[in-house]
């Protein structure tokens, strides 16, 4: 049982990659403990970011938190708590984790291709510098 799970959220799919995920972090989460849902926003050229405006920033921004609320929702009644960030998803995952004292970071990865023929490039540097165990699944969606 993990006291902290860091759970990196993925909406493609309507999130059902990530509801999977948050529903295998409540099985595995100990009394007390809780789970933590990181989104990572890329952040978006500087040419991109002043053609638009800061309600339209803002926008999709909530529009993001609205859905991994009901992502989060997957987790049986168990505390999620949600982390949005911006910039490099392996980076501020890890980051997450670390901020959070995380004892198992959760993520998804796609089927291999010959492109990246194991796991997802995210997930390959997730795994490589983490500082606690990670737990990988695939998505087949």
Do not use: W
């Not at 291999?112 to 737990?135: E, K, M, N, W």
């Amino acid at each position: 049982m993990y006291q902290s799970i860091v759970v990196a959220a993925a909406l493609f799919s309507q999130g059902a990659t990530t509801r999977g995920l948050i529903g295998k972090a409540a099985k595995l989460l100990s009394p007390g403990g809780r789970i933590t849902l990181v989104h990572v926003m890329e952040e978006l050229p500087a040419f991109v970011v002043a053609a638009m405006s800061k309600d339209q920033l803002n926008a999709k921004r909530a529009e993001v938190r609205r859905q991994l609320e009901a992502v989060a929702g997957a987790a049986g009644g168990k505390p999620v708590e949600i982390d949005l960030r911006a910039g490099k998803p392996s980076s501020q995952i890890l980051e997450c984790a670390e901020d959070n004292g995380a004892d198992l970071i959760m993520i998804a990865s796609h089927k291999p291709g010959l492109s990246d023929y194991f796991i997802g490039s995210t997930a390959a540097r997730v795994v490589r510098h983490a500082q606690c165990s990670v737990l990988i699944s695939r998505r087949f969606v």
